[in-house]
C-alpha cells in the first residue's frame, strides 16, 4: 500500500503539535511505504534529514512551514494557497497512492478532492482543532475546510473535543477517528547527568525552582498569564525560575513585558532547542504549566496539546488551561490542574499549592507516567495502517461494482 501525505507540518523544524503528530506516525510506517510532498524552510537541514528518513520526501519552496509563516509575506502566503491543489493533483496522477493523506487544513485538499473524482483515489483529512475555530473569521477558508472534510472518506483527530466540533459541522461520526498523540522516544527519553549539568549552568536555574513552558508563543498558549503570576508566586517561591522554550510572533512583546515587571531575573527565554535540551528541560522542572485558553477574536484553542503528555513522561506533574481538547492530555486532580487559563491569581494559586506540597507533585507525576505509557508512536501508526488498508479496500470495491 502506498500513502502520499500533503504536509506543510513536517520536519524540519521538528516543532509544534501536528508536525510531531505526523512525524511520528509517518516514521513508525513501513519503510518507502509513504511519499511525503512538504516545504523546505531550511535546506541544510532538510538534506540532512532526508538522507536519514525512512520515507521519500519531495520538497518545495512554496510550501510554508507553519511555526515559520509569520515570517513570510502575504504574497508568498498566498502562493501556496494556489500552487498547491495543481501541485497535488499532478503529483496524485504521478505518484499514484493508493489512498492520500492531507495532513492539516490546506488547498492541496482540493487537489486531492480532484484526483477523488477523476481517479477515485480516496483520502483522509487530519484535523486538530485550530483550522475549525480560525477559519470561521474567512468565509473563504472556511467555505474550503469544510468541502474537503464533507469529502473525505475519513478524517483522523487529536480529541474528543475536535471529534465534536467535525461531527457539529456535518461529518458523520463513523467517519471520524480520534487518535490522540503519543510520545516519542526523542521527547520521552531521561537525560544523562553531565546533560543537565550543562544545562542548568548554561540557563543559571541550578538550585532553582523551575516552571516550565514548552510550545510556539502565541496568545493561546498562555505564556503571558504565567508571567502575570510569577510576583504573586515569587513572594512565596522567591527562587523560582520561568523557562519558555519556544519562539513565535508574540515573543518580543513578552520580552517587553518581562523588563517592564522587573523580572528579568526570573524568566529564561530560551528560543528552539533540540530534543536533547527539551529533554533536560522536562527532567530539571518542577512543573510543566501552559494555561492555554480560546482566544476570543478568533476561537483559536488546543486540538490536544502533546506537550502535556510529554511532561508526563518525565513524571511531572501539569497545569493546563480548560480550554480545547485538554481533557485527552491532562486527568484532571490526577495527572495534574485543569484551570482557567486567564485567571492570574489561580495560576498563582495553583503553582504554589503544587510547590507547597512535594507528596501531591510525586503522585501526579507518577499517575502521569501511568497515564502516558501506551501513548506510543507504533500503535498510532498502526492504527493510522488498518485505516487505510480498510479505506483502500472499500475504494476498489466501488470501484468495481461501478465497472
Not at 43 to 50: L, V
Not at 271 to 291: A, E, K, Q, S, W
Not at 296 to 320: N, Y
Amino acid at each position: 500500500m502506498k500513502i502520499l501525505l500533503f504536509a506543510a507540518s513536517f520536519p524540519p523544524p521538528n516543532i509544534g503539535g501536528s508536525t510531531q503528530y505526523l512525524f511520528n506516525i509517518v516514521n513508525n510506517l513501513p519503510s518507502d511505504s509513504v511519499v511525503v510532498h512538504t516545504g523546505n524552510p531550511f535546506q541544510g537541514e532538510s538534506e540532512a534529514f532526508d538522507l536519514k528518513f525512512c520515507q521519500k520526501i519531495i520538497r518545495h519552496n512554496f510550501i510554508h512551514h507553519p511555526m515559520e509563516a509569520y515570517k513570510r509575506s502575504g504574497i508568498r502566503r498566498a502562493l501556496q494557497y494556489f500552487i498547491w491543489p495543481f501541485a497535488a493533483f499532478w503529483l496524485i496522477h504521478r505518484e499514484k497512492p493508493d489512498v492520500v493523506h492531507i495532513g492539516e487544513g490546506s488547498t492541496a485538499v482540493l487537489g486531492a478532492l480532484g484526483a477523488k473524482l477523476v481517479m477515485n483515489i480516496p483520502y483522509i483529512q487530519y484535523v486538530y482543532a485550530e483550522e475549525i475555530t480560525q477559519y470561521r473569521n474567512s468565509w473563504l477558508r472556511n467555505k474550503l475546510f469544510w468541502l474537503g472534510a464533507r469529502a473525505a472518506d475519513a478524517i483522523i483527530t487529536v480529541s474528543e473535543y475536535t471529534k465534536t466540533l467535525i461531527v457539529n459541522g456535518g461529518v458523520s461520526s463513523r467517519l471520524v477517528h480520534k487518535i490522540v498523540p503519543s510520545v516519542g522516544v526523542d521527547k520521552s527519553s531521561n537525560a544523562s547527568a553531565n546533560d543537565l549539568r550543562l544545562c542548568r549552568e548554561r540557563y543559571a536555574i541550578e538550585g532553582c525552582i523551575v516552571l516550565l513552558t514548552v510550545g510556539a508563543i502565541k496568545v493561546r498558549k498562555g505564556q503571558e498569564s504565567v508571567i502575570d503570576a510569577l510576583p504573586k508566586i515569587i513572594i512565596n517561591h522567591p527562587n523560582v525560575r520561568y523557562v519558555i522554550a519556544g519562539s513565535g510572533e508574540e515573543e518580543n512583546k513578552l520580552k517587553q513585558k518581562v523588563i517592564s515587571l522587573n523580572l528579568e531575573g526570573y524568566v529564561t527565554f530560551v528560543g528552539r532547542v533540540d530534543d536533547t535540551t527539551i529533554n533536560c528541560l522536562y527532567d530539571i522542572c518542577d512543573i510543566f504549566v501552559m494555561p492555554h485558553r480560546q482566544v476570543p477574536d478568533t476561537l483559536d484553542t488546543e486540538g490536544c496539546p502533546t506537550v502535556f503528555l510529554e511532561a508526563s513522561a518525565h513524571g511531572k506533574p501539569v497545569i493546563g488551561g480548560n480550554a480545547g481538547g485538554v481533557a485527552d492530555a491532562i486527568i484532571d486532580n490526577q495527572t495534574g490542574f485543569i484551570i482557567e487559563g486567564t485567571d492570574i491569581g489561580l495560576i498563582a494559586a495553583t503553582v504554589c499549592r503544587l510547590l507547597d506540597d512535594r507528596d501531591l507533585m510525586a503522585r501526579m507525576g507518577k499517575a502521569g507516567r501511568h497515564f502516558v505509557r501506551d501513548f506510543r508512536p507504533e500503535k498510532n501508526a498502526e492504527k493510522v495502517w488498518h485505516l487505510c488498508a480498510n479505506i483502500t479496500r472499500n475504494a476498489r470495491h466501488t470501484q468495481d461494482a461501478e465497472s
